[in-house]
Every structure is written in structure tokens, then in C-alpha cells.
């Protein structure tokens, strides 16, 4: 035996011995259920719950007051017996009883209507087999009519009512504390024995009663008949169970919420209309015996009860036609949505279709359902759209950031007299700064940095044909202030956009290191000058696409060791608080760094830089180039 079963026979044997010692102890205790017995409900509402396990707790704690009691065996045997049906019995009726179109069934619960009328029926036909019964065991073995003309409704009443109150408080428990409870093994193979079972019941209902009717005349077979009705009943114990147990974790619905507040509102009701009963029933009906006012007791609290507890039903199947599907429906509408498609706006509408129409808010939520699920489909398809093109701009961007990295010349010169390198990183995808360098001549090498105003595509676009324009009018053999004007008035023409571009170029000759350089509104490169850093002299300059036939001035130098050309996102990077790198900073840098190779230099300075931005998202393009004479 698990523990598992093991701790359910434990707490229903313990249930009982409870409810028996606190009866005993307010002398309220009577054999056989004449009077108010509680206990008596223990069996069936345990067995509900527990299955076979909980009847044998009650059995055993039975047995054990009955040897203590002194009850012969032929009575205790028989009952005993009776008691194990009782408490089994509608537990197989629960995971039972169900529609021929069910596929499932759920552990015992109150959470509809349905579950909740299935539940009285059981506990009803549970409470008139197991009083029948034990009314033929006495007349066989006793004699009830010793106790009471009445016994068999007075054991009936016990049995029933407080089934139903410990049966209501232990579903109820159950429920809200996840207890586990004991799910029967599913047998598909023995379905087909279904039928046999079910004649197999009435037959043994029929020979229940007219055993009653008929046993005065044949006291003789008694015991055979006695005997011959359990054993059918156990026999239909066995029926299998064929429906799928849904054991997914307990959710409590408003329904049982509100059964929960009609079973304190019943449970006063009992008191009070059994408290009432008991004190009036001398003058109301003239009972005198305490077992008459007993009885009077239990018959006066079903009738008030049962004229509370019909209305309450109707209000409560109201509530969960009308309130409960319809939420219980819209909860579901989840199963509809799935990611990155549309919702499924057919389903939704076939099944809130049956509650448009209504004129309060079950109508006006189905309705608003509905529309949001359309007008979130609309939205799909738009964000769709949006995201496609996103996509697509985003794949030619890719397209342009290669393109415009395959523009900006990689393969640095390795050359005896001079060492140069560059680097570019755009704020987007594709930036507006470009450098560019290249041959003139066998002595002269063109050397260029720029920032074109904007970012991204237009800027990209605008600093390519600045480039290949430089390019083009320095291959003619112009000076660097000649170049920049004819480049200017072509970048003048159908400039709609008003777009410049400031620009630094030189021609360096490589044997006699002189450096020819004009500039156009562009930062002032640094030079280095006896072992110090310093901004290099030269012309202002307006920058390019601005005015036409603007003239440009141009100067000369003798390179004695490193040239650093660099653009404005190196100078106006900002940091967390707000400050920019400025240009002083980057002298200061390049002057604590003792490496002559330019690449390393390059290096040094972007590490300082990208240390001084820490957290901060990289804000404009940045490019840096280096010309160096080796000495």
C-alpha cells in the first residue's frame, strides 16, 4: 500500500473517531442513527473523495465502536460490509455517471451546475440504498421496529444531510488546498460491459425494495437476501471506469465561490432550523419524545433548506449561463492568437456570435471582443507591411554599407619615405564621413578626410559623389584650392537639399615630404611639431555646396613627422554627463602616446574615445586618418 492511500485511511478514520468521541462526550450519541448522528455522513462523503481507502478508514473506526459497544458479529459483519458500499458506492458513480458523448470527467467539484445536481443525486441514491439496507439487516437480525416505526427515514435524513455538509466542506477543501484525491484506473477494454451494469443496478434497486415488502413473509431467507443484494451491489463496484480524469491543477470558478457562501449560508440554516424545531415542536405538532423531535429536527431543516437551496440553484445556473460560459468562452480566446500571425477572427466570431445580441454587458464585451480582434488584425497586417519594408530597407542598407566600405581604400601604403593608415566607423549602418588617399603621380599621393552633413543614406550618398568628384579633378593635375572650387560649384548644381560637406585634402610628395593642403570649414588637423602636438595653420575656407564660384586658399609645409586628420565625431563625442570630448582632450591624448607606427596610434586614440563614451550610444560618424614621415 503507498503512503498515499496509507494517509487517506488515516484521515478518515480519524474524521470519524472525532465525530463519534464528541458525540459520545455531549451524550448526544444514539445506536444505529434513531437520533441525530453526523458521523453517519462520514462514509460516503470520505468514500467520495478517497475511494475505497476512505470507506476503509470509516469501516475500521466503526468496527472498533462497535466491538467496544458490544455488537455481535452478525450484526457488525453485515454493516460493516453496507459501510464499505456506502462510501465506494458514489465514488464509482461519480468517475461513472456521465454522457455517452463525454470523453472526460473531472474529480469530484461544485464548480457548475451540472457537477453540482450530479452530486445531490449520488449522495441521495447513496443515502436510500445504504438505509434500505441497513433497515433489512435489523429487521433480520433485531428487529428495528425495537428502535423506531421511523428508522429507516430517520437513517436516510442523518445519512443525506450531513453527507452533504461534509461532502460540500471536504470538495471544497479538497479543491482550494490542491489536496490529492484518489483517481480511479481507466479500463477502455471493458466498456462494452456497460449495459450489464446498468441492469445489474436496477435489478438489485428492485430487489432492495420488494425484499422490504416481502421479507415479513419469508424471514427465513433474510439473510440470503441480505447477503445476495451486497454482494450484487459489490459486484457492480467493479463497473470500470472509461473516461479520461482531467488532473490539471484546480482552478476555482465563481460558481463554486458562491457555493461556497450558500453552504455558511445552509449550515446557519441548519442551526437555526434545527434549534427552532426542537424548541417548538411540542406546541407545533405535539411531539413529546426526543426521537419524534429528533426526527421533527431533521425533516423541518431538509424543508427549510430545500425552499432555500431551490432558488439558490436557478440563481446559480442563471449566473453560469449567462455570466460564467460567456467569461469561461472569452478566457479561451487566447487559443487563438498565436505569434507573429493573425488572429483568428472566424472562430471568435462563431463563438461570441451567441452573445452580440445580448443587451447587457456579456453583449457589450462579446461585441468589443470582436472589434479588437479585428482592428488588432488590421494592425498585423499593417506592422506586416511596415516590418517587410523595414526589412527590405534594412537588407539595402547592408547593400550600401558594403558598397560604401568597398569605396574607402583598406590596403595601406608600405613605403620607405612615409607610413599612412585610416579609420571609419559610421553612428548608422552608412555615414556621411569618408577619407580617401591615391597616387597623382609616382611623388604625389592625394590625402582626404570629410564630413558630409546628415547621416545615414542622404549623407552617404552625398559624400560619394564629393569623393568622386575630388577624385576626378585631382587626376587632372590641379592644386588642392582648384580642386576644392571646382568640386564646390558641381556640388552647388541641384543641391535642392541645401547639403555641404566639409573637407580636408592635401597632396603629399613623397620624397621631398612637402604637403600642399587646402580646407573647407573642416576640423584643423594636428601636427606633430618637436615632439608636441599642435593645430595645423591654415586658411578658413567655407565649407563645400553651399555658395558657387567661391574661392579657395591653399598653404604649404615641410611633414617633419606625424600628420592626424580627424572629423568632428572624434572632437563631439559626449558622455554620460552630457560633456564632449573636445579638441584639447585629443591633444592631450596623442601627446601621451609614445608609438611612432600610425596604425598603433589610431589604435590609442579610438581606445581613449570609446573609454570616455562608456554607455553611451555612438552619436556621429567617426574617422581618423594619419600621415606619418619615416625619418
Known amino acids: 500500500m503507498k503512503i498515499f492511500h496509507l494517509k487517506h485511511i488515516i484521515v478518515s478514520f480519524s474524521l470519524f473517531i472525532v465525530v463519534y468521541l464528541f458525540l459520545d462526550i455531549s451524550n448526544t450519541h444514539t445506536p444505529f442513527g434513531v437520533g441525530l448522528n453526523p458521523y453517519l455522513g462520514l462514509h460516503s462523503s470520505m468514500g467520495l473523495l478517497f475511494g475505497v481507502y476512505g470507506g ?66 449520488i449522495l441521495m441514491v447513496t443515502s436510500i440504498i445504504y438505509s434500505l439496507l441497513v433497515s433489512l439487516m435489523l429487521d433480520i437480525n433485531i428487529d428495528r421496529y ?18 452533504f455538509i461534509f461532502g460540500v466542506i471536504g470538495i471544497t477543501v479538497s479543491n482550494r488546498l490542491n489536496i490529492g484525491l484518489e483517481l480511479p484506473t481507466i479500463n477502455i477494454k471493458r466498456k462494452y460491459l456497460n449495459k450489464l451494469y446498468k441492469v445489474l443496478f436496477i435489478v438489485t434497486s428492485i430487489m432492495l425494495i420488494l425484499s422490504l415488502i416481502i421479507f415479513p413473509k419469508y424471514q427465513d431467507l433474510g439473510n440470503y437476501i441480505l447477503y445476495s443484494i ?116 472566424d472562430k471568435i466570431i462563431e463563438d461570441y456570435s451567441k452573445y452580440i445580441n445580448k443587451k447587457n454587458e456579456i453583449g457589450t464585451l462579446s461585441n468589443a471582443y470582436i472589434k479588437i480582434a479585428k482592428d488588432i488584425n488590421k494592425y498585423i497586417l499593417n506592422l506586416q507591411k511596415i516590418t517587410k519594408e523595414q526589412e527590405r530597407i534594412q537588407t539595402e542598407l547592408k547593400i550600401a ?8 581604400p583598406i590596403n595601406f601604403p608600405k613605403n620607405n619615405n612615409y607610413q599612412l593608415y585610416a579609420y571609419s566607423k559610421p553612428a548608422k549602418e552608412v555615414g556621411g564621413d569618408f577619407y580617401d588617399f591615391f597616387n597623382i603621380d ?15 543614406i542622404p549623407g552617404a550618398l552625398f559624400s560619394v559623389k564629393t569623393q568622386a568628384l575630388i577624385k576626378s579633378f585631382a587626376n587632372q593635375g590641379n592644386n588642392p584650392d582648384e580642386i576644392l572650387y571646382k568640386t564646390n560649384n558641381q556640388l552647388c548644381e541641384n543641391n535642392e537639399e541645401s547639403m555641404f560637406v566639409t573637407l580636408w585634402l592635401g597632396l603629399y610628395n613623397i620624397n621631398s615630404h612637402e604637403l600642399i593642403y587646402s580646407n573647407a570649414g573642416h576640423n584643423p588637423p594636428l601636427i606633430k611639431e618637436k615632439d608636441n602636438y599642435h593645430l595645423l595653420k591654415s586658411e578658413s575656407n567655407l565649407v563645400l555646396g553651399v555658395f558657387e564660384d567661391i574661392g579657395y586658399e591653399h598653404s604649404k609645409i615641410i611633414l617633419e613627422d606625424t600628420l592626424i586628420l580627424y572629423t568632428d565625431g572624434i572632437t563631439e563625442a559626449n558622455n554620460k ?23 598603433e596610434i589610431t589604435e590609442d586614440i579610438m581606445r581613449d574615445v570609446n573609454k570616455f563614451m562608456v554607455d553611451i550610444e555612438q552619436f556621429d560618424d567617426i574617422t581618423l586618418l594619419i600621415l606619418s614621415n619615416k625619418k
Open 56 to 121: 476503509i478508514g470509516t469501516v475500521l473506526a466503526n468496527l472498533i465502536i462497535g466491538f467496544k459497544q458490544g455488537y455481535a458479529s452478525t450484526i457488525l459483519i453485515p454493516y460493516s460490509l453496507i459501510n464499505i458500499m456506502a462510501s465506494y458506492l458514489p465514488y464509482k458513480l461519480w468517475y461513472t455517471w456521465g454522457n455517452s458523448n463525454d470523453t472526460k470527467q473531472s474529480i469530484p467539484s461544485l464548480s457548475n451546475i451540472h457537477n453540482i445536481i450530479k452530486f445531490i443525486l
Open 230 to 345: 451486497i454482494i450484487f451491489l459489490l459486484v457492480y463496484l467493479t463497473k470500470p471506469v472509461i473516461f479520461e480524469i482531467q488532473k490539471k491543477k484546480y482552478q476555482i470558478s465563481i460558481i463554486e465561490d458562491l457555493m461556497l457562501f450558500f453552504l455558511v449560508l445552509t449550515l446557519i440554516l441548519f442551526s437555526i432550523s434545527g434549534v427552532f424545531a426542537y424548541l417548538t415542536s411540542l406546541e407545533v405538532v405535539g411531539v413529546s419524545s426526543s426521537l419524534q423531535i429528533e426526527l421533527f429536527s431533521l425533516l423541518f431543516m431538509d424543508i427549510i433548506v430545500t425552499i432555500f437551496f431551490i432558488p439558490t440553484i436557478l440563481i446559480l445556473n442563471y449566473v453560469e449561463k449567462e455570466i460564467v460560459k460567456p467569461i469561461i468562452v472569452f478566457s479561451k480566446a487566447t487559443k487563438y492568437v498565436k505569434t507573429d500571425e493573425k488572429i483568428n477572427t
Open 577 to 599: 554627463y552630457g560633456k564632449f570630448y573636445q579638441t584639447d582632450n585629443l591633444i592631450k591624448t596623442v601627446n601621451n602616446i609614445h608609438s611612432k607606427n600610425v596604425k
Open 442 to 456: 609616382d611623388e604625389t599621393i592625394a590625402i582626404i578626410i570629410a564630413d558630409a552633413s546628415g547621416k545615414g
Open 401 to 408: 554599407e558594403k558598397i560604401q566600405k568597398s569605396i574607402l
Open 146 to 163: 425495537q428502535y423506531d416505526s421511523l428508522f429507516t427515514l430517520k437513517y436516510l435524513l442523518n445519512t443525506f444531510n450531513f453527507s
